[in-house]
Structure formats: C-alpha cells, structure tokens
C-alpha cells in the first residue's frame, strides 16, 4: 500500500471514530449556545505546543466572532498576550522573503 493510500485508510478510520463522539459534542454544542445566548462569555485556549491546538483554537474564536453560520453581531473578544493594537504585528512586522526554510 502506498503512502498515499495508507493515509487516505488512517482518514477513512478516523473519520468514522467520530461517530461514538456524537453525544459528547451534542452536549459540548448545546453549553457553547447556552453560554453565547444567555450573555455569558466564552473563553478559548490553546497550550501553544506543537501540535496546533494554539491554531485550532485561533480559529474557532474566529468563526465565533466573525461569520459561523450566517450574518450576526459578533461576540465580544479579548486579546491576553498582545493589546488590541498589536494583534496582527508579528504576522506584519517582517517582508514576506524574509524567512527562508
């Protein structure tokens, strides 16, 4: 089996894994609505390691603020490491053929 074949046999058996996590994300889904409609907030994190979880949760709180679904107001948010008026510096501070891999 390839490597392409075999990696496309691990999302295969991943993908179906999900099933048996439907009633914990059904509950999960109903405590996030809960919280955002009953004018709680909703706080995201992410450890920063190595395997995403920092990305992950960046794009989460994203989708929640800006456009999940449809068109609404969006949610408040706060910024902990960089002020509001810092938030994008470090994606913008360098020219873009200044990293080289």
Partial sequence: ??????????????T????????????????????????HKLL???????GGSASDSTHFATEMLCRFVGDRR?????CNDYGADEIFALETCFP????RL
């Fill in 1 to 14: 089996m390839s490597l392409l074949q075999r990696g496309i046999e691990d999302s295969i058996a991943t």
């Fill in 16 to 39: 179906r894994q999900l099933a048996s996590l439907e009633a914990p994300l059904e509950r999960a889904a109903a405590m996030v609505s809960r919280c955002l409609t009953s004018g």
């Fill in 44 to 50: 995201i994190c992410g450890n920063g390691g190595n």
């Fill in 74 to 78: 969006p949610f408040p948010a706060v």
């Fill in 96 to 99: 873009a053929n200044s990293y």
